[in-house]
């Protein structure tokens, strides 16, 4: 199937720094990405839609110039937590649907854990 | 808002069968369902996906009734590795811009 990934798995950062997050298509090409957040013990919360070549789509209560995202090309979405507070620490995981396939719907990541000191 | 109902948590012996049930009864004619596995730190899992009867795969089975407003997702024979969290979703296949709302999910624990 269809593949995801993510880069870095985990990382530890400094309050006040950015961090970006790559999330990319192994073998498909995608037009459109989501990206979803997760605290512990919770469902996935959308954050935004990532779209190639155009603006992101951000969820209600999402801060688009806090949360950055960058879908510059039809395989790679980047997502960059600027500034980054102890209360952004969370697991961030993207998702990607392959185009025209019948079986499944979209495909996500192993998400990123972000922890911010 | 996440358009499925599904229990918060259920317990299960190894070997058991597990039948975890999910009601979406504002389902539209266009949504398909679709179950997802997800263990901890890390990413959903596709497992299976339907719109209606009955869809079987090497992993589980997925049991939807004529109206359409409730599924079951049947699990034989699970072990302790199936313990997990399990998202029912449902979504317009069709639109690969609308993404995929997530509620609360089931968490199985399987007991030895």
């Known amino acids: 199937g269809a593949v995801v990934s993510q880069h870095p798995s985990r990382v530890i950062c400094k309050s006040g720094t950015s961090v970006k997050i790559e999330c990319r298509s192994l073998?498909?090409?995608?037009?459109?990405m989501f990206w979803y957040r997760q605290f512990p013990k919770q469902s996935l919360m959308l954050m935004a839609t990532?779209?190639?070549?155009?603006?992101?789509?951000?969820e209600q209560g999402v801060e688009k110039d806090k949360f950055l995202i960058n879908h510059a090309s039809l395989t790679l979405s980047t997502l960059t937590v600027t500034s980054a507070h102890p209360e952004d620490s969370s697991f961030y995981i993207c998702?990607?649907?392959?185009?025209?396939?019948?079986?499944?719907?979209?495909?996500f990541g192993p998400g990123t854990r972000l922890l911010v000191l | 808002l996440a358009k499925t109902t599904q229990p918060i948590s259920m317990d299960s012996y190894e070997g058991q069968e597990v039948n975890i049930t999910c009601s979406h009864n504002?389902?539209?004619?266009?949504?398909?369902i679709t179950w997802y596995q997800q263990f901890p730190s890390q990413g959903p899992r596709f497992i299976i996906q339907?719109?209606?009867t009955k869809v079987t795969n090497e992993v589980a089975s997925l049991f939807i009734p004529a109206d359409r407003k409730s599924s079951t997702l049947s699990l034989p024979r699970v072990s302790l590795s199936d313990t997990a969290v399990y998202y029912c979703?449902?979504?317009?296949?069709?639109?690969?811009?609308?993404?995929?709302?997530f509620g609360k999910g089931t968490r199985l624990s399987v007991i030895a």
């Open positions: 339907g719109y209606k």
């Open positions: 073998d498909f090409q995608a037009t459109t």
């Open positions: 979703l449902v979504g317009d296949r069709g639109s690969g811009n609308t993404p995929l709302v």
């Open positions: 504002n389902i539209a004619t266009n949504d398909y």
């Open positions: 998702s990607a649907r392959q185009p025209g396939l019948d079986q499944e719907t979209q495909y």
């Open positions: 990532s779209n190639e070549g155009s603006k992101a789509t951000y």
